[in-house]
């Protein structure tokens, strides 16, 4: 019986492995190549599949997801025989599983390497100014060519990206020294037309502020004119009124006089030919009030005796300083 039983225990394990190698199972976004003795057979797609067990196997299983692949730092000399370092980042796919397997041996390994000596040609073909400046134009470039070259591979290359673009030292010292020198320089340009404008805006409060004080002096002596006139044309209406004789107006012209002399600068001052009549209204007026009278009882003292000629009378002069 042990025989038999052992018999038995051998076929059961031989199902159960020809059962695991008929159902496979192969996940989303994914296909494996199955070959039979050795030769393609055909692709499983995701889902349950069977095969023939011990027949059919399984040769690659491929990952139909977009795939990112970073490159180390290349070398590469520019056309002004200047090495720069530079790294790249791939974004491909696999569009067709059994090229992928059986077109190329590493189409990782031939991507990396394609990618080199087309980015060695391309930026041969540049300066190294035009390399800093163009990484578009080199990804397109670049795109195209890996593109056109790994599509027999059922590769498609959906994007090339250039991580870093290293110049030497040296020129890095002198970007550095260019770069700060253009900064500094639109510093003093931003500063100047800072100070431009700065002096615009104060000329412009200038001029408005004189504008606006001249305004307020023309109207304040335009006003303190006719508030003047208001007054000599009232005065002149107020004397004009009062109808004033030739007296009163010699009495006020002879008040005027000290105010006249007033002042430390008035050295020399002119009396008018008026004057004289001011004095003979004056001394009319002062006629008018009769003769002085003495101690003596009213009686008008005797006039002095001289020559036998009666004394004339002295008229005082203005002085003239």
């Known amino acids: 019986m042990e025989p038999i039983i052992i018999v038995l225990i051998i076929l059961v394990v031989l199902v159960f492995i020809a059962l695991i190698k008929t159902i496979q199972v192969i996940p989303q976004a994914s296909a494996a190549i199955v070959e039979r003795f050795g030769r393609y057979t055909r692709t499983l797609n995701a889902g349950l599949n069977i095969v023939v067990p011990f027949i ?7 990952d139909l997801r977009e795939q990112v692949v970073p490159f180390p730092p290349q070398p590469v000399i520019t056309q002004d025989n200047l090495v720069v370092n530079i790294d790249t980042v791939i974004y491909y796919q696999v569009t067709d599983a059994r090229a992928a397997t059986y077109e190329v041996a590493s189409y990782i390994q031939a991507i990396e390497q394609l990618t080199v000596t ?12 035009r390399t800093l400046t163009s990484r578009e134009e080199i990804n397109a470039a670049l795109r195209g060519v890996l593109d056109e070259a790994t599509g027999k591979w059922g590769i498609r290359v959906n994007r090339v990206e250039l991580k870093a673009i290293e110049p030497p030292t040296s020129i890095q010292d002198s970007m550095e020294k260019q770069m700060r020198a253009d900064r500094d320089k639109r510093a003093a340009i931003l500063q100047a037309e800072g100070v431009r404008q700065s002096e615009i805006l104060r000329a412009e409060g200038e001029k408005q502020s004189s504008i606006l004080r001249a305004e307020g002096e023309a109207k304040a002596a335009a006003l303190r004119a006719e508030g003047e006139a208001q007054a000599i044309r009232t005065v002149f209406e107020s004397i004009h009124a009062g109808d004033p004789d030739q007296k009163l107006l010699s009495y006020q012209y002879l008040q005027m006089l000290p105010k006249i002399a007033e002042g430390d600068a008035n050295k020399l001052w002119i009396v008018p030919s008026e004057i004289g009549d001011a004095l003979k209204g004056l001394g009319g007026a002062f006629g008018n009030f009769g003769p002085m009278t003495g101690g003596n009882g009213g009686a008008t003292p005797a006039a002095p005796t001289g020559t ?3 004394a004339a009378p002295r008229r005082e002069q203005p002085r003239i300083d």
């Open 56 to 62: 059919d196997s399984i040769r690659n299983r491929v």
């Open 118 to 129: 087309t980015l060695r040609n391309i930026i041969g073909g540049m300066d190294l100014e």
């Open 308 to 310: 036998g000629k009666e």
